[in-house]
């Protein structure tokens, strides 16, 4: 095994921030030793960010395993399903491809290549709307009507033979990237510079935006895989420790997770509070360590990285078998569906697919979200694909939409914004001057680049100010002048 | 298919339900000063509200915008006057006052929420000023035929000098009364009204400030519900508190013992019910506990130290005036800031 191997001294090194680290991480969940009354008080201590704000669950389907959604008859993969450089087709129109296959490679460092998710064969490789709605190159593939859900596609990799620039790859060559929305490529998160240590990996699963359950019943049905990702993702990253971080209204994914800890303690289980948005990365860093990220900073500066636990159980299960990344876990929720749950759903599956089959015909004037409530985005057009960065689908009706939108209020200086934002800036002021258009202002007095779009704000502000949705628009108009 | 920027949720609560909550708190100490002064007090809180909202929409008119009624800020402005008013004061005064409290308080700035001053306050002070004597005139509370006839002077024709009660208080004479409210009794006769007094409602002051136990209770409720920002009321009461017990403890008998200040006169009503005024308060949280703190003190040093007997009114237009520059002086603290 050719791990690198970090010294205790050296994982402290340069991070004046952070204290060295401690020995026993606090609040170990099936770890701790319970003596009486320290237990008692320790399970009141869940780890905890300030402010926030505490929407209604609506997590209707908890009970119900994953189950699968039929291949639609047709697949729009972008060939931007992620950050960095799109990928490059290996296909041509015309050419059959078998369910695994990989179809485009990554372009460099920062890229992802693509696995074709069904039999079928390659219709075009033409622009089509990608997951926000631009049209950009995707490969489309006809659906053979017998494809199977079997993937005959990978060879079983054995991963103590390979070394770490091995280990990286392998994770580049299956596609992984962060399933949570962002899509990070996840080798080029796991492969820490140099110049850099990492000495904990935090594992999140939060999952505190509404609606969601996918990342829930990934750990509640895949606590294995979610270990073993956890063990790959070390690896890669030379962390010594993983401290995996669940919402505590989560106590089944809790309950199946606790068997599979390693009992060397260097994977841990910790409780935090249900709160939105205790899923941020910088608030879940908190919350777990009681450390504050500096602002404009990575927390790779505390010498920490944060997975999703989607990705990690992802990881877990297609690594070993050497398979390609071609489907996730989608929740479908909300009043304008029929079938709500927890999916597979192969990449590329349109929402129209996905409505025609799950979807409530007579919803009137509905809104198709992708992702979350709070921070998902709605999609124009029903030829939106899923792609690896999808979470949850929603579908909303004019019923849920109302109360937003019918009327709204000058700022009464209520201060419930200020005392929902989870970054501790003032959205009441940067409301009133991006009202005034003074974007300079906001950024340069207001930390308008702190905000990292979490919602907070608009949910409680009782004049229904679109508040996060102005911060948007001032950050997009300070952005693209920035080169001129 | 719709399209909007996220979030995609509302906590559901809206301007409208925050102000309505406010009145139905105020409800249960106009109950009581309806119990006590009866009639004119009754009148009193009509009066000024109707002329609130009729001021409220006469502006909506002039001005081309929607109707603001239905956000109950101006029932609000009506009510909280009404009770900062003495009991016996003339109807058409009232009216003046609520005219002026939203079209100076208010709409000349531009309505809801961009009002710097507290309306009920600019129309209390305005009225303070056009009519020192019957803003100082008090009533005794249950008089015998308070419910079948109202004090004199309510029924004052407009524009004419209040009628003259004395003879209507020779004859509803009630044990004690003696025409002064018991912050002015300190400040001239340096006499210690009992706490009983104070907290049923017996001393003579302004229509809803007689009872500091119910204003505690309505304003408990407001704090329940997340109505109202807990922290001002504290930091209002707790600096007044803080400084009175100084004066006593290192001043000595010249200055007046704690319950008085805590239980006479506007604060309890001001602190809770006025300073938490959302428009005029700050939004950062160190900025709330320094207002908080500034009209306390003020308060106190109006009343030990200043001319009038009461202070409350004056320290909040005081820190409505300061509420925008503590809020941009002492902002909030921004998460994983470098620490200096």
Known sequence: ?484 | MQLRASPHLHSGRDVPTIMRHVVYALLPVCAFSIWQYGLSSLALIVTVTLSCLFAERLSNKLSGTVNTLSDWSATITGVLLALTLPPAFPLWMGAVAGLTAVWLGKSLFGGLGHNPFNPALVGRAFVQAAFPTAITTWAPAFAPQRFTEFIPSSLTLPLMQPNDISAWVAANMVDGFTGATPLARWKFEQFVYPVEDMITGAASASTGETSALLLVVCGLYLIARKFMDWRIPVAVVGSALLLALAFRLFGGDEYPPVHLVLLSGGLMLGALFMATDMATSPVSPRAVWAYGAIIGTVTILIRYFGGLTEGVMYAILFGNALAPLLDKYLQPKVFGAHKK
Not at chain 1, 253 to 259: D, K
Not at chain 1, 286 to 301: A, E, I, R, Y
Request: hydrophobic share 40%; charged share 20%; net charge neutral.
């Open chain 1, 1 to 484: 095994m050719d791990r690198p191997v970090y010294s205790e001294a050296g994982s402290a090194k340069g991070l004046s921030l952070l204290p060295a680290p401690p020995a026993h991480p606090p609040l170990v969940e099936g770890q701790h030793p319970s003596h009486g009354l320290a237990s008692l008080f320790s399970s009141w201590r869940r780890g905890t960010f300030q402010r926030g704000v505490h929407p209604a669950p609506h997590k209707g389907t908890l009970d119900q395993p994953i189950k699968r959604m039929p291949f639609p008859r047709k697949l729009v993969l972008p060939l931007a399903q992620h950050i960095g450089k799109p990928s490059v087709p290996l296909v041509a129109v015309g050419e059959e491809v078998a369910r695994g296959q990989l179809i485009a490679r990554a372009d460099g460092a920062l890229s992802a290549p693509i696995h074709a998710p069904a039999d079928g064969v390659i219709e075009a490789i033409t622009p089509r709307p990608n997951t926000r709605g631009a049209w950009t190159d995707a490969i489309v593939l006809r659906v053979y009507e017998a494809s199977t859900q079997e993937v005959r596609c990978g060879e079983p990799l054995d991963l103590d033979a390979l070394d770490h620039t091995q280990l990286i790859a392998a994770i580049q060559q299956i596609g992984m990237v962060g399933l949570g929305g962002a899509a990070f490529p996840s080798h080029a998160k796991l492969n820490v510079p140099a110049d850099k240590q990492v000495h904990t990996l935090i594992v999140n699963g939060c999952e505190c935006e509404p609606y969601l359950t996918c990342d829930y019943k990934l750990m509640r049905e895949w606590p294995a895989e979610l270990l073993a990702g956890i063990r790959i993702a070390l690896r890669a990253s030379g962390a010594t420790r993983a401290i995996i971080g669940v919402e505590d209204n989560k106590l089944d994914a809790m309950a199946a997770i606790r068997p599979h800890l390693s009992a060397d303690g260097s994977i841990t289980l910790q409780a935090v509070a249900t709160k939105y948005p205790q899923g941020a990365e910088k608030m879940l860093i908190k919350s777990l360590l009681g450390l504050d990220v500096p602002n404009g900073g990575l927390p790779s500066q505390l010498g920490l990285v944060v997975h999703n636990v989607g990705t990690l159980a992802l990881l877990g299960r297609l690594l070993p078998r050497g398979q390609g990344l071609i489907e996730r876990v989608v929740t479908l929720a909300g009043p304008g569906i029929k079938k709500p749950g927890d999916y597979w759903i192969p990449f590329g599956t349109t929402l129209r697919s996905i409505l025609d089959w799950a979807g409530d015909p007579d919803c009137k004037e509905r809104e198709v979200i992708l992702g979350g409530p709070m921070m998902g985005q709605a999609a124009s057009t029903l030829d939106i694909p899923v792609s690896k960065g999808t979470s949850g689908i929603l579908v909303f009706d004019k019923r849920m939409l109302e109360p937003i939108t019918k009327q709204s209020w000058a700022c009464i200086h209520c201060s419930e914004c200020v005392n929902a934002c989870p970054m501790g800036l003032n959205p009441s002021q940067l409301g009133m001057l991006s009202a005034k258009l003074e974007f300079d202002e906001m950024a340069e007095h207001y930390h308008l680049g702190d905000c990292f779009e979490c919602g907070c704000c608009s949910y409680v502000c009782p004049s229904h100010i679109p508040l996060v949705q102005q911060f948007r628009a001032a950050k997009a108009f300070l952005r693209e002048r920035k080169p001129t």
